[in-house]
T-cell receptor, first 115, second 114 residues
Framework: NAGVTQTPKFQVLKTGQSMTLQCAQD?????MSWYRQDPGMGLRLIHY???????DQGEVPNGYNVSRSTTEDFPLRLLSAAPSQTSVYFC??????????????FGPGTRLLVL | SQKIEQNSEALNIQEGKTATLTCNYT??????LQWYRQDPGRGPVFLLL?????KEKRKERLKVTFDTTLKQSLFHITASQPADSATYLC?????????????FGQGTTLQVKP
């Protein structure tokens, strides 16, 4: 299994541009989440999903959209990038099977710079 | 809103000693609490989970305690090694326990010196 994969690894945007951060997992996990990580702030939950077609907001959802049309993919969209969205973005997945729904498997991250 | 605080941003210890990291939380009674390890430039990796009805959990040289009265978890690494140097994050569930909806502390960076 590749686990959780994220693309791109690094991206530079200009203010106002839009882009989609891709996240995919091949473990058939029901739960997927997006976090951002900023220095001194820890990981903050942006959006999460408990299954295909079901998404909900986390702590810091403003400026981001998500959809979950398949179990495997959970893309994060920035509609109009702002410098405040400069961060490292992590996607994570988990499953209620094997008694481990709470354990998150993280991807390698996407480093985003908004100028 | 729920807050998690980890005792310090950085902790330096000598190889062979026990490292103790602290995680305090407020305004919630989580069903469980987790600890993750994060190396520079990489995503966090799960280490241990402890439930509200468990006082202590161990895994090899790692030990986690959970005091729901004090609203605190302690994370211990015994016989520490330079390879244990990393950032350690605590996280707790703020959902119903069925969603894996977590909030994280800001992390403590541990440096183990030979």
């Amino acid at each position: 299994n590749a686990g959780v994969t994220q693309t791109p690894k690094f991206q530079v945007l200009k203010t106002g541009q839009s882009m989609t951060l891709q996240c995919a997992q091949d473990m058939n996990h029901e739960y997927m989440s997006w976090y951002r990580q900023d220095p001194g702030m820890g990981l903050r939950l942006i959006h999460y999903s408990v299954g295909a077609g079901i998404t909900d907001q986390g702590e810091v959802p403003n400026g981001y959209n998500v959809s979950r049309s398949t179990t495997e993919d959970f893309p994060l969209r920035l509609l109009s990038a702002a410098p405040s969205q400069t961060s490292v973005y992590f996607c994570a997945s988990s499953t209620s099977r094997q008694g481990g729904k709470e354990t998150q498997y993280f991807g390698p991250g996407t480093r985003l710079l908004v100028l | 809103s729920q807050k998690i605080e980890q005792n310090s941003e950085a902790l330096n210890i000598q190889e062979g000693k026990t490292a103790t990291l602290t995680c305090n939380y407020t305004n919630y009674s989580p069903a469980y609490l987790q600890w993750y390890r994060q190396d520079p430039g990489r995503g966090p990796v799960f280490l241990l989970l402890i439930r509200e009805n468990e006082k202590e959990k161990r895994k090899e040289r790692l030990k986690v305690t959970f005091d729901t009265t004090l609203k605190q978890s302690l994370f211990h690494i015994t016989a520490s090694q330079p390879a244990d140097s990393a950032t350690y994050l605590c996280a707790l569930d703020i959902g119903s326990g069925n969603t894996g909806k977590l909030i994280f502390g800001q992390g403590t960076t541990l440096q183990v010196k030979p």
